[in-house]
């Protein structure tokens, strides 16, 4: 279990994280999504106790990762694949980490194997590694202590897509024995298959969070026309609250209501497409650039 209260991070007169709260269950997968610099990773390393909060509190079982006893063997972090000695070979890194948390050199073969590092590529120092590699090897890591909670900050800059799919595969695994989850992302596509719930942030700020099917049914309907100009003025007449997007309308009702409208007007339709991913795509888009507007005004 993963609980974040009222958790706040100012430097001087910038609010990188503002007053954000949420729960990660074990059994569960939990998107973090934003787009770049919305204030993840900031959050992630207060959790970890690697920055100290302005104000609230992170816990972790229970406890602030600071107190936890030997949090190696709870906690499996990733913040910073590219965070590892890079004359060392994929397997000492492992190894020097087993020594830290207490695990034995059987363990080291066990994730290596895991996570799809051959004995070549666990030999080789890790300046060579490809970027897809460091991020095998920094999960390798995060997986050794056997933890009951997982802390990954975009697992999937890398990999290509055989590799993103190994890794839902895994994760899901993971939250399917009892594991609890909390997988950031400034990319929607790359968690929503494996994630059971979502918390989007913007510019510090929690925008929308909830069940993905949730999410997904108030993603709305996407409209685009002719005259959007004249179906706007008539979704409005009817009472249908719409907003604009850079790929057409974004409209609060099933899109049988948007075609019967259009129809009664003989407002031809260009294009016409219910919820889904794309539509919470949209919704968070639409979300995250409101909240920018209100932090430029502020």
């Known amino acids: 279990m993963i609980t974040v209260e009222n958790l706040t991070k100012r430097y001087g007169g910038f609010t990188a994280v503002d007053d954000i709260s949420f729960e990660v269950r074990p059994g569960s997968v939990v998107g973090f999504l934003g787009p770049n610099g919305a204030g993840k990773s900031t959050a992630m390393r207060m959790m970890t106790g690697l920055t100290p909060a302005t104000s609230g509190r992170a816990t972790i079982l229970g406890q602030t990762y600071r107190e936890l006893h030997n949090p190696g063997r709870q906690v499996g972090v990733m913040l ?15 190894r020097v980490a087993a020594v830290s948390v207490g695990v034995s050199k059987a363990r080291v073969e066990e994730v290596l194997h895991t ?10 120092r890790v300046r060579n590694y490809s970027l897809g590699m460091r991020q095998r090897l920094g999960i390798a890591a995060a997986l050794l202590g056997e933890p009951q909670v997982l802390i990954l900050d975009e697992p999937a800059n890398g990999l290509d897509p055989q590799g993103i799919h190994w890794m839902r595969g895994l994760l ?8 609890t989850v909390l997988l950031s992302s ?3 596509h790359e968690v929503q298959i494996v994630a059971d719930d ?10 929308a969070m909830g069940s993905k099917e949730e999410l997904l049914s108030r993603g709305g309907t996407t409209v685009q026309s002719t005259d959007d ?5 008539l979704l409005e007449k009817a009472g249908v609250p719409v907003s604009r997007t850079g790929s057409g309308l974004v409209v609060d009702a099933e899109a049988e209501v948007v075609g019967r409208i259009a129809a009664e007007e003989r407002v031809v339709l260009l294009e016409l497409r219910s919820g889904g991913s794309e539509g919470l795509e949209e919704m968070f888009l639409g979300l995250t650039a409101a909240t920018s507007r209100e932090g430029d005004a502020a």
Do not use: K, N, Y
């Open 80 to 94: 910073d694949a590219s965070a590892q000695h890079p004359g060392r070979t994929g397997r000492e890194v492992l």
């Open 115 to 124: 996570v799809g590092l051959t004995d070549e590529e666990a030999g080789r």
């Open 172 to 179: 899901r695994r993971f939250a399917d024995g009892g594991g």
């Open 186 to 188: 400034h990319l929607l």
């Open 198 to 207: 979502l918390v989007m942030i913007g510019r510090g700020r929690i925008v």
């Open 229 to 233: 100009a004249r179906l706007v003025g």
